[in-house]
């Protein structure tokens, strides 16, 4: 929930080829978390499954986090290695699910902040 992509339109103006920003929900050769704030591995799996793996496969995809040193993917290529996302929906559901990561620290304050662009304390002050 709140994971968007953001995706550049065919047309003479625009950049060839396509590219699309997938922020959380895609990471190059991985996927964003399921397991905390109205996170779900069923949702997630279907999202990139119907929109973003139904992009042309020369698309390409500039991702919100990389811990390897990648900055570019395609379409083509995460639907051939993305380990997680190119198994069934079934055994997606159960690698997600037993992934054991760590609470991250600060979560409980992030995402709240970021469904909101970062607005907090948005209670009107009497005069």
């Given at each position: 929930m709140g994971?968007?992509?953001y995706v550049m339109r065919d047309g003479?103006?625009?950049p060839q080829p396509r590219m699309a920003f997938t922020r959380?929900?895609?990471l190059i050769r991985g996927c964003g978390r399921t397991d905390f704030q109205g996170g779900s591995s069923q949702q997630l799996y279907k999202s990139v499954h119907s929109q973003i793996f139904t992009l042309p496969k020369e698309t390409l995809l500039y991702l919100a986090h990389d811990y390897k040193g990648f900055s570019v993917t395609?379409?083509?290529e995460e639907m051939l290695y993305n380990p997680s996302l190119t198994k069934d929906e079934?055994?997606?559901k159960n690698i997600m699910e037993n992934l054991n990561l760590a609470y991250p620290k600060m979560i409980d304050v992030a995402?709240?902040?970021n469904m909101v662009c970062g607005l907090q304390d948005l209670e009107p002050k009497a005069n």
């Amino acid at each position: 929930m709140g994971c968007v992509t953001y995706v550049m339109r065919d047309g003479s103006d625009q950049p060839q080829p396509r590219m699309a920003f997938t922020r959380d929900a895609l990471l190059i050769r991985g996927c964003g978390r399921t397991d905390f704030q109205g996170g779900s591995s069923q949702q997630l799996y279907k999202s990139v499954h119907s929109q973003i793996f139904t992009l042309p496969k020369e698309t390409l995809l500039y991702l919100a986090h990389d811990y390897k040193g990648f900055s570019v993917t395609t379409v083509g290529e995460e639907m051939l290695y993305n380990p997680s996302l190119t198994k069934d929906e079934e055994t997606f559901k159960n690698i997600m699910e037993n992934l054991n990561l760590a609470y991250p620290k600060m979560i409980d304050v992030a995402v709240p902040a970021n469904m909101v662009c970062g607005l907090q304390d948005l209670e009107p002050k009497a005069n």
